[in-house]
């Protein structure tokens, strides 16, 4: 399912930046995406960090680049963004992580991609052209049953389905009736977006994993409530 090409040639990227007491990276990873060539805005959302995370973001107040949403609760990532995308201004919708797992530059190829106006998604993929996976064991295999699963279920085509650098035309995920509160995010969207036809494109990017000590918030049981997120939104309208 295509739909027309947003706006200018040069289109404007609103980036989620979902964040849990991310004290440590936070502000690189603002200072990063503030260096990307696009014209943007960074819609911060924290989400009821209880380190400094909140006060190191009020630095921002007032900078017509930078958007901050503070949550007194923690509910989780996929709250995170359904609220951010109450504030999207952009032609184009990217997530990034308030961590640096990812190289923000990854996402120059991700948003070209947009310059077909036949494409309205775009995953960056961290098995293209990768011999090894960086990844431990446990992530990997979840990593490849969440693949299995949504090429099966939803004949999506794509190699990397939990990945968190995901794009989208603005329209596209603003139209999407989400519900997810946590990383059930990524199967919700991707399920949702399959049943009404779009074609997710991928293009293969960077990927330094962290570890639970360094801060990674993600934990066997999202696995399974994402599994089941699939089969569920198999049977279930939208």
């Not at 200018?8 to 260096?35: C, D, G, H, T």
């Not at 630095?59 to 951010?84: W, Y």
């Not at 992580?97 to 923000?104: P, S, T």
């Not at 279920?153 to 509160?181: G, M, W």
Request: hydrophobic letters at 40%; charged letters at 25%; aromatic letters at 12%.
């Amino acid at each position: 399912m295509a739909t027309p090409a947003a706006g200018a040639a040069r289109p404007k990227v609103s980036f989620i930046v979902p964040v849990y007491n991310e004290e440590r990276n936070v502000l690189e990873v603002i200072q990063r995406l503030r260096k990307l060539p696009l014209e943007k805005e960074i819609i911060v959302v924290d989400d009821g960090s209880y380190d400094s995370t909140p006060l190191l973001l009020k630095q921002f107040a007032g900078d017509p680049e930078v958007v901050i949403h503070l949550s007194q609760l923690n509910f989780g990532k996929g709250t995170a963004v359904r609220v951010g995308l109450k504030y999207v201004t952009g032609d184009i919708v990217a997530i990034q992580d308030g961590d640096m797992e990812y190289d923000v530059n990854d996402y120059l190829k991700i948003i070209g991609k947009f310059s077909d106006p036949q494409v309205s998604v775009v995953y960056g993929s961290r098995f293209i052209y990768q011999p090894e996976s960086p990844m431990i064991w446990r992530y990997w295999f979840g990593n490849m049953l969440l693949r299995f699963l949504a090429n099966v279920l939803y004949h999506a085509n794509i190699t990397d389905e939990a990945t968190a650098y995901k794009a989208f035309r603005r329209e596209v995920i603003c139209s999407l009736p989400l519900s997810c509160k946590r990383f059930e995010f990524c199967p919700e969207v991707t399920a949702k977006l399959r049943k009404r036809g779009y074609i997710i494109h991928e293009v293969p990017i960077r990927y330094n994993p962290r570890s639970i000590a360094e801060g990674k918030k993600i934990r066997v049981r999202d696995g399974w409530v994402s599994i089941w997120t699939l089969f569920r939104l198999r049977i279930l309208d939208d």
